[in-house]
């Protein structure tokens, strides 16, 4: 469940680097957005770097689906698991990279969107590192570490028709001291405001909120932004 706090956490989407213990590698846009029609067929390139100055880096690219995590992350999970796939319309050229150090290399993604669609669409494009075999001691022997990472396509249809329909569907007032990470900056005892939002629709939403505090009388007190980050919500996703 997504927590809509006064405290706001921003994200990059811009670039991904990983350097803690396994490979160092920079991979941009992470998302990608694109508004089509019906029929048509799009191209747009990945830049993935990899930042290790001494060893080259292997890559398996593939797509599959991602779905949204009542926390509002995206999870990849496997083709097919969504109704609102983009997977088998998705292509990627190579589907292998080999990227010597230092030096960046790119992958070109094709999009062809069907007729007689409708709403959104969604993918994901990742990129699979194999680093070598590492031995550990016990019984099970040698095992094989894997990272990997994504881009998200997020595609909107139009001239078509887009149902937009989202309720929240809860909201609480709850003490500080329940969120551990929230405990150390406000105490114990300060209010947390929290609310969940379904979308029923067929395309993503942007949602917004804003907490109004009233006293008995109904005079305004106080007016604060509910939420953080981007706010969307996939279909069928509960945030």
Do not use: C
Request: net charge positive; hydrophobic share 40%.
């Amino acid at each position: 469940m997504k927590k809509l706090f006064f405290i706001l956490v921003l994200l990059s989407l811009s670039s991904i680097f990983i350097a803690q213990g396994g490979p160092s590698i920079r991979m941009d846009p992470i998302l990608v957005e694109r508004s089509v029609r019906p029929g048509d067929t799009f191209s747009y390139v990945l830049n993935v770097e990899n930042a290790d100055k001494f060893n080259p880096l292997i890559l398996d690219v593939f797509v599959t689906d991602f779905v949204e995590d009542e926390l509002g992350t995206y999870q990849l999970v496997s083709p097919g698991r969504t109704p609102y796939s983009a997977v088998k319309w998705m292509k990627v050229s190579p589907e292998k990279l080999t990227i010597p150090p230092g030096k960046t290399k790119t992958v070109e993604v094709t999009v062809s969107v069907p007729r007689g669609i409708s709403g959104g669409l969604y993918g994901a494009v990742v990129f699979r590192i194999h680093p070598e075999e590492g031995t550990e001691e016990g019984a099970l022997g040698e095992t094989v570490f894997e990272f990997q990472m994504a881009s998200f396509l997020e595609l909107v249809i139009k001239g078509t028709a887009q149902r937009l329909e989202a309720h929240a569907v809860s909201f609480k007032v709850e003490k500080s001291k329940k969120y551990m990470f929230l405990r150390q900056k406000v105490g114990e005892n300060a209010l947390v405001f929290t609310t969940t939002v379904l979308n029923q629709g067929n395309v993503h939403i942007f949602t917004k909120g804003l907490l109004i505090l009233r006293t008995k009388q109904g005079r305004t007190v106080a007016r604060m932004p509910l939420g953080g980050g981007r706010g969307v919500i996939l279909p069928g996703a509960k945030v």
